[in-house]
């Protein structure tokens, strides 16, 4: 039976008065399941590892993905014309950060007791990552693409360590730093 079949009957029967129907049909074709959540434990090595392996590669959309911190130089370069805002205000910030900044989401959904594991990682941006939340691929209708190839495309990781290089004094941007050290161990594989 369809959910959307079953969800029917069951609103036809409780018409009737006939809950306890209602509930039985319910229970059996469309039941809800509690699970425990097993939570989100990874680190921004581990981020960078995935970001790597993915290719900076949006596995949800196949869109080229930027490393986190090339943003930021060019937030620190033109603050008027590419505002940064450390909670990504919208109305503060500017789209990029939402469109190209990586993070890594389930593929099957914690909430869903998918696990906190490699296995169920993928690389997405930060605006796909927000409207899966915690759905499915399948209740989207979307689907997973192929990791890509971090030799052919490294997210711009080269350019953000010369440009970091270049003018050390971003080094004093926390954000920078971070994304810069982790950079700098990708480079060196």
């Known amino acids: 039976m369809e959910k959307v079949q079953a969800l029917e009957m069951a ?5 009737k008065g ?3 129907c209602a509930e039985d ?10 699970l425990a959540s097993t939570g989100r434990n990874y680190t921004d090595k581990q981020k960078m590892e995935q970001f790597v392996s993915d290719g900076f590669i949006d596995r949800y959309s196949g869109q080229k993905l930027l490393n986190p911190g090339i943003l930021k130089v060019l ?25 190209f900044v ?17 296995e169920n990682w993928a690389s997405t941006s930060m605006l796909h990552n927000s409207i899966k939340n915690n759905w499915t691929l ?24 010369e440009l970091v290089e270049a003018n050390t ?19 060196k594989k």
């Open 11 to 15: 609103a036809q029967e409780i018409l």
């Open 18 to 20: 006939k809950m306890k």
């Open 25 to 34: 049909i319910i229970k059996k074709e469309y039941p809800f399941n509690k």
């Open 75 to 99: 937030s620190y370069y033109m603050p008027d014309v590419f505002p940064y805002h450390a909670h990504w205000k919208m109305e503060e910030c500017h789209n990029a950060y939402w469109e």
């Open 102 to 118: 990586p993070t890594v989401d389930h593929i099957y959904p914690v909430a869903l007791g998918g696990a906190d594991s490699e």
């Open 138 to 161: 399948e209740q989207l209708q979307w689907e997973l693409f192929d990791a890509g190839d971090y030799q052919e495309w490294d997210g711009l990781t080269g350019l953000f360590v």
């Open 169 to 187: 004094e971003m080094l004093e941007d926390s954000y920078i730093k971070k994304w810069y050290k982790l950079s700098k161990n990708v480079i």
